[in-house]
């Protein structure tokens, strides 16, 4: 009887210790299959993911030129706001290097035209992106 009480406790205490999803069916990782710009242009990115957990966002380039950044993210109802983007050392980085992820400017913020267990497109003022849950 003990060891079930023990058992339960030690149970009970792991999942009280993991955080509960805040942002629905946004939170996870997503693989970019398409970016649409503004002008009309597409591209098909090789290997960009972004991930969404509460209210952080991590945007990685997996392919030629690896790279990395988290930023600080705030999602009410339909809109996504991005800002604060730093590498791994803690720099925070400018508008260029987050060209290849569709943020032009930060703050950005995107709408979110359609979400669901597997879809996700978002929209800025410059782009539409195109995302398949990974």
């Not at 710009?37 to 509460?54: A, K, V, Y």
């Not at 392919?63 to 705030?74: D, K, L, T």
């Not at 109802?77 to 730093?86: A, E, G, H, L, S």
């Not at 930060?106 to 669901?116: A, D, L, V």
Request: proline content about 2%; hydrophobic content about 35%.
């Amino acid at each position: 009887m003990k060891r079930i009480i023990f058992l339960f406790i030690i149970t009970m205490l792991v999942i009280s210790c993991s955080k509960v999803p805040i942002n629905g069916d946004l939170d996870g990782m997503w693989k970019m299959t398409s970016m649409e710009w503004s002008d009309g242009t597409t591209t098909s990115p090789n290997r960009i993911f972004f991930c969404f957990e509460l209210n952080c966002i991590q945007v990685s380039n997996k392919g030629n030129n690896s790279c990395s950044y988290i930023g600080f993210m705030n999602k009410d109802d339909n809109t996504i706001r991005v800002d604060k983007f730093k590498n791994h050392s803690g720099e925070e980085q400018n508008a260029e290097c987050l060209k290849q992820f569709g943020i032009l400017e930060t703050p950005t913020e995107f709408n979110i035209e359609k979400i669901n267990h597997s879809k996700l497109i978002i929209k800025s003022k410059d782009c539409i992106l195109y995302f398949t849950k990974f």
